[in-house]
Protein backbone atom coordinates (compact mmCIF):
# COMPACT_ATOMS: atom_id res chain seq x y z
CA UNK A 1 0.00 0.00 0.00
CA UNK A 2 1.53 3.20 -1.14
CA UNK A 3 1.96 6.08 1.28
CA UNK A 4 -0.53 9.00 1.55
CA UNK A 5 1.79 11.48 2.40
CA UNK A 6 4.55 12.51 0.19
CA UNK A 7 6.93 12.90 3.48
CA UNK A 8 9.81 15.56 3.52
CA UNK A 9 12.20 14.54 6.76
CA UNK A 10 14.03 17.81 7.88
CA UNK A 11 15.04 16.92 11.33
CA UNK A 12 16.47 12.69 11.69
CA UNK A 13 14.76 11.87 14.74
CA UNK A 14 11.53 11.55 12.88
CA UNK A 15 13.15 9.06 10.72
CA UNK A 16 13.81 7.12 14.02
CA UNK A 17 10.37 8.00 15.25
CA UNK A 18 9.22 6.39 12.21
CA UNK A 19 6.67 9.23 11.11
CA UNK A 20 5.99 8.50 7.80
CA UNK A 21 4.16 4.82 8.68
CA UNK A 22 2.35 6.48 11.97
CA UNK A 23 1.04 9.63 10.08
CA UNK A 24 -0.13 7.51 7.30
CA UNK A 25 -2.18 5.07 9.69
CA UNK A 26 -3.77 8.49 11.30
CA UNK A 27 -4.69 9.78 8.05
CA UNK A 28 -6.42 6.79 6.65
CA UNK A 29 -8.41 6.32 10.20
CA UNK A 30 -9.03 10.36 9.17
CA UNK A 31 -10.53 9.37 5.50
CA UNK A 32 -12.43 6.48 6.57
CA UNK A 33 -13.81 8.22 9.23
CA UNK A 34 -14.94 11.45 6.44
CA UNK A 35 -15.86 8.08 4.05
CA UNK A 36 -13.10 9.82 2.12
CA UNK A 37 -11.55 7.22 -0.16
CA UNK A 38 -7.80 7.91 0.62
CA UNK A 39 -6.53 6.80 -2.68
CA UNK A 40 -8.55 10.07 -4.00
CA UNK A 41 -6.01 12.23 -2.17
CA UNK A 42 -2.03 13.44 -1.34
CA UNK A 43 -0.77 16.03 0.96
CA UNK A 44 2.87 16.86 1.77
CA UNK A 45 3.92 16.34 5.01
CA UNK A 46 7.19 17.85 6.48
CA UNK A 47 8.81 16.67 9.88
CA UNK A 48 11.13 19.56 10.78
CA UNK A 49 12.38 21.00 14.62
CA UNK A 50 11.50 23.98 16.25
CA UNK A 51 14.03 26.00 14.59
CA UNK A 52 12.17 25.73 11.83
CA UNK A 53 8.76 25.64 12.51
CA UNK A 54 9.44 28.45 14.35
CA UNK A 55 10.57 30.67 11.00
CA UNK A 56 7.64 29.06 9.17
CA UNK A 57 5.03 30.40 12.00
CA UNK A 58 7.30 33.80 12.04
CA UNK A 59 7.04 33.55 7.84
CA UNK A 60 3.16 32.53 7.65
CA UNK A 61 1.19 33.34 10.65
CA UNK A 62 3.41 36.86 12.00
CA UNK A 63 4.48 34.70 15.31
CA UNK A 64 8.17 33.81 15.93
CA UNK A 65 8.29 31.27 17.85
CA UNK A 66 7.61 27.38 17.66
CA UNK A 67 4.66 25.65 17.57
CA UNK A 68 3.54 21.66 17.12
CA UNK A 69 1.70 21.94 13.97
CA UNK A 70 1.05 24.38 10.80
CA UNK A 71 -0.53 23.76 7.90
CA UNK A 72 -1.57 24.91 4.43
CA UNK A 73 -4.81 24.27 3.10
CA UNK A 74 -4.44 24.00 -1.18
CA UNK A 75 -8.02 25.42 -1.30
CA UNK A 76 -10.48 27.31 1.08
CA UNK A 77 -12.77 24.64 2.51
CA UNK A 78 -14.31 26.34 5.18
CA UNK A 79 -17.43 26.33 5.94
CA UNK A 80 -20.25 29.00 5.55
CA UNK A 81 -21.46 28.83 8.88
CA UNK A 82 -19.71 28.23 12.06
CA UNK A 83 -20.33 24.84 13.42
CA UNK A 84 -21.11 23.14 9.66
CA UNK A 85 -19.30 20.45 7.66
CA UNK A 86 -16.36 22.23 5.40
CA UNK A 87 -16.31 21.48 1.60
CA UNK A 88 -15.13 18.14 1.09
CA UNK A 89 -12.75 18.16 -1.65
CA UNK A 90 -13.25 16.02 -4.72
CA UNK A 91 -11.36 13.51 -5.05
CA UNK A 92 -8.89 12.64 -7.89
CA UNK A 93 -8.21 10.12 -9.99
CA UNK A 94 -5.68 6.89 -10.23
CA UNK A 95 -2.19 8.36 -10.68
CA UNK A 96 -3.69 12.31 -10.18
CA UNK A 97 -4.84 12.29 -6.60
CA UNK A 98 -6.57 15.91 -5.44
CA UNK A 99 -3.92 17.98 -3.48
CA UNK A 100 -4.91 18.61 -0.25
CA UNK A 101 -1.55 20.94 0.98
CA UNK A 102 0.77 20.79 3.61
CA UNK A 103 1.41 20.08 6.91
CA UNK A 104 4.74 20.79 9.11
CA UNK A 105 5.16 18.78 12.55
CA UNK A 106 7.75 20.02 15.25
CA UNK A 107 9.96 17.30 16.63
CA UNK A 108 10.85 19.47 19.61
CA UNK A 109 7.56 20.57 21.22
CA UNK A 110 6.22 17.15 19.92
CA UNK A 111 8.03 15.88 22.57
CA UNK A 112 7.80 18.11 25.19
CA UNK A 113 4.18 18.35 24.83
CA UNK A 114 3.72 14.70 25.32
CA UNK A 115 5.75 14.39 28.02
CA UNK A 116 3.97 17.08 29.80
CA UNK A 117 0.67 15.77 29.19
CA UNK A 118 2.10 12.12 30.24
CA UNK A 119 0.92 10.59 26.82
CA UNK A 120 2.82 8.64 24.48
CA UNK A 121 4.12 10.42 21.99
CA UNK A 122 2.98 8.44 19.40
CA UNK A 123 -0.96 9.31 20.56
CA UNK A 124 0.22 13.06 20.23
CA UNK A 125 1.58 12.86 16.60
CA UNK A 126 -1.35 10.78 15.53
CA UNK A 127 -3.42 13.26 17.19
CA UNK A 128 -1.44 16.43 15.52
CA UNK A 129 -1.23 14.31 12.04
CA UNK A 130 -5.45 14.74 12.21
CA UNK A 131 -5.64 17.91 13.29
CA UNK A 132 -3.02 19.20 10.48
CA UNK A 133 -5.00 17.21 7.59
CA UNK A 134 -8.55 18.14 9.23
CA UNK A 135 -6.56 21.71 8.82
CA UNK A 136 -6.59 20.80 5.39
CA UNK A 137 -10.11 19.70 4.74
CA UNK A 138 -11.24 22.83 5.93
CA UNK A 139 -12.06 22.03 9.62
CA UNK A 140 -10.68 24.83 12.36
CA UNK A 141 -11.01 25.92 15.81
CA UNK A 142 -11.58 29.73 15.50
CA UNK A 143 -14.84 29.80 17.65
CA UNK A 144 -16.54 27.34 19.52
CA UNK A 145 -18.70 25.74 17.46
CA UNK A 146 -16.37 25.05 14.94
CA UNK A 147 -13.91 24.32 17.64
CA UNK A 148 -16.91 21.46 18.89
CA UNK A 149 -17.24 19.94 15.38
CA UNK A 150 -13.26 19.44 14.95
CA UNK A 151 -12.38 17.93 18.50
CA UNK A 152 -15.32 16.10 18.03
CA UNK A 153 -13.93 14.54 15.13
CA UNK A 154 -10.41 14.14 16.41
CA UNK A 155 -11.92 11.77 19.42
CA UNK A 156 -13.85 9.25 16.55
CA UNK A 157 -10.44 9.41 14.39
CA UNK A 158 -8.03 8.93 16.93
CA UNK A 159 -10.42 6.21 18.91
CA UNK A 160 -10.32 4.36 15.46
CA UNK A 161 -6.59 4.16 16.56
CA UNK A 162 -7.46 2.87 19.84
CA UNK A 163 -6.30 6.52 21.43
CA UNK A 164 -7.69 8.08 24.10
CA UNK A 165 -9.62 11.38 24.03
CA UNK A 166 -6.58 13.56 23.95
CA UNK A 167 -9.23 16.57 25.27
CA UNK A 168 -9.63 15.01 28.92
Same mark, same amino acid.
Given at each position: ????????I????????????R?DA /?A???FA???L?P /????F??M?????R??A?N?D????????NV?S???????? @?A???MP????P?????? =????????A?DT?????A??G?PME??? /????V? =??LH?L?? @???????A??ME????R??A??G?PD???
Amino acid at each position: MEQLADTVIEDPRWEGFGLAPRADA /AARAAFAELGLDP /AGFAFCLMGCDDARIAALNADFRGRPQPTNVLSWPSEDRAP @DAPGAMPRMPVPGTGGDP =GELGDIAIAFDTCAREAAEAGRPMEHHV /AHLTVH =GLLHLLGF @DHVDDADAAVMENLERRILARLGIPDPYC
